[in-house]
DNA sequence: ATGAAAGCGCTAACAC
DNA sequence: GTGTTAGCGCTTTCAT
């Protein structure tokens, strides 16, 4: 059966192809009768309008591209979640790109050969440095979340990761914990994000009059709970001993709460443990875990927020925008008795 | 800067837009020097095709939509995963849908107002029915995903659950459990899926000649860890006594993980607990989840491969196909001794 | 409030 | 191998 058009409905409803158009999008100033009559022809043809043609027509296709490594880590997936929703609310579909960390795919997501694929991106790099992204083609809106390098020329948000980071040291230090270390952060090619975490770690135990060891840093290989398990048992069975791990990230945590588990050692009891973005299951492992809770919504609607700015033509500087956060205190490193 | 076009290039190079059309599409019968020409005046030029103008001229967006009730379940995560990197082999982005298993939504997606959207669509349906789902535009290439109600009109990829759920049941009885329960259905309104895990349970209790005993079907509100831990919490403080969980999903596994713990028990000594799906925490947990993991690349592969049948003009019944799983045995209920 | 016609930027016949 | 031209189906001035 061939394709409804504009142009039909307009012949049986016998008016004009702007009248219709007109109809379509809910435009008000139509007489009662005509939108009447238009929608009649409309459900008598089963038309529904073609979203390309409109697109090239408007030059907006209605979709923002969602940036990040992987859907897979609970982390980007509950962010996804909040970023459909929020953009759905705004009129806007989400497409999905997944980068793998890959600095090459990264490029692409940012350098995309083809032009009015989407409105907007939301982009949280793992690999681009800052002048690199300066660079990115001012033609399509941007805003980069998490706290990777940004240009100044860039929209941002992000958390305090130092004074977040702080936070969770000091809550073990409350507890009494003195030999703290950290775990998480990359064995080579230290991300900001690790980099910045690390600092509010070292600024806590500075402030309590401690220094870091070194020998406590527990890096991984990748983000996952496999590898920081395996990274903190090879830790612990060559010896180290900590009774606090603040770790990067909740899978992190969960993967050094395994091997705690697997050395025999009981958390919090000899060894509490923080995470960081607090998942969902973050409350459901066994023990929960206390974790450091960015404010997704807020940091989403914010994106959200600076994006629109920009489709709306707005090209001053970057802004760079803080979002709160809170430790959610559970049992891997429970409140102060 | 005014936006550049073919139109541009083809002056720029000296050559027809047909010429510049071809270069850009990498169409092979181009002469090098002229291929040299015209990619000097696009680069000169900066030049980026415009795809909204090629949709339009193509019939074809590139795209296709994927959609479910949730991204943030690790489920669905990770198949958003899978999906995105086995279109994006195949030349799709995807556009990501979530229906928060609302029928109102489900039926936005498979009705969707508007057309040319997407190039298919790969839908797993948690409240449509299977006559509703029937009525679908056929304009629009569907494969459903999951053991939803499916039309035989339509394609459809799931593994075979009955089966899988008598293995898990069957793994428990092997342990020597015979007080076996089952944690995760619907409250109301059984999903199918449900239903099938239920079936499957039972046949393998029967097989073993023990038959269900209706006290030890632990219903959940929602698809949550949190959920299944408050039900089976509630459950066990009401007296019911088992040795066995067959859970519909790793996330009532993991809240069922929790409850009898808080109840004072241990896994598996007292309760050994299998979960569904393999998501990635489950090998991580404390113990780790014993788990039905469906082979989701196969899954994913399969549904593509239908969805491109269905992209190239096929228009035959509906396919109906399973796919492999397999029993990942983990602590929660380890192998027979 | 509605109509007529000119694009939006590209692809695809069909020529040459 | 390359050029010409007519759409793809909608939106949008500009009239009326």
Redesign the pocket.
């Known amino acids: 059966m061939p394709?409804?058009?504009?142009?039909?409905?307009?012949r049986v409803?016998?008016?004009?192809?702007?009248?219709?158009?007109?109809?379509?999008?809910d435009?008000?100033?139509?007489?009662a009768?005509?939108?009447q009559r238009v929608e009649s022809a409309i459900a008598a043809l089963g038309?529904?309008?073609?979203?390309?043609?409109?697109q090239?027509?408007?030059?907006?296709t209605g979709m923002i591209a969602l940036a990040f490594s992987d859907v897979s880590l609970p982390y980007f997936a509950e962010l996804a979640r909040v970023v459909a929703h929020a953009a759905g609310e705004r009129g806007f579909r989400v497409l999905l790109e997944q980068t793998d960390a890959d600095l090459d795919r990264e490029r692409q997501i940012l350098s995309a050969r083809e032009?009015?694929l989407v409105d907007g991106l939301l982009f949280q790099p793992a690999r681009m440095s800052s002048a690199e992204i300066a660079e990115h083609r001012q033609d399509l809106p941007l805003v980069l979340l998490g706290e990777e390098s940004a240009p100044i020329t860039v929209d941002r948000v992000m958390i305090d990761n130092p004074a977040a980071a702080a936070e969770a040291t000091r809550h073990l230090l409350a507890l009494g914990r003195r030999r703290l270390g950290f775990v998480g952060h990359e064995v080579s090619g230290l991300s900001r994000t690790s980099t910045l975490r690390l600092a509010g770690f070292q600024s806590a135990l500075e402030g309590a009059g401690l220094a870091v060891d070194p020998a406590l840093l527990v890096a991984t290989d990748e983000i996952s709970a496999r590898s920081a398990a395996q990274a903190v048992g090879a830790a612990l069975a060559s010896g180290v001993r900590v009774d606090g791990f603040v770790c990067r990230d909740d899978l992190a945590a969960i993967g050094t709460v395994r091997a705690v588990h697997e050395a025999g050692l009981r958390v919090p009891h000899d060894i509490a443990i923080t995470g960081w973005d607090d998942i969902s299951l973050a409350s459901m492992t066994h023990p929960s875990i206390t974790s450091v809770a960015p404010d997704v919504r807020a940091l989403v609607e914010t994106a959200l927020d600076l994006l629109a700015d920009r489709l709306g033509g707005f090209d001053g500087l970057g802004r760079h925008q803080l979002i709160g956060h809170r430790l959610v205190v559970r049992e891997s490193a429970p409140a102060v008795a």
Do not use: C, F, Q, W
């Open positions: 394709r409804v058009r504009l142009e039909d409905v307009a409803a016998g008016v004009s192809m702007k009248t219709v158009s007109n109809v379509v999008r435009y008000p100033h139509v007489s009768a005509t939108r038309y529904r309008p073609n979203i390309s043609a409109r090239l027509a408007t030059g907006r032009a009015g």
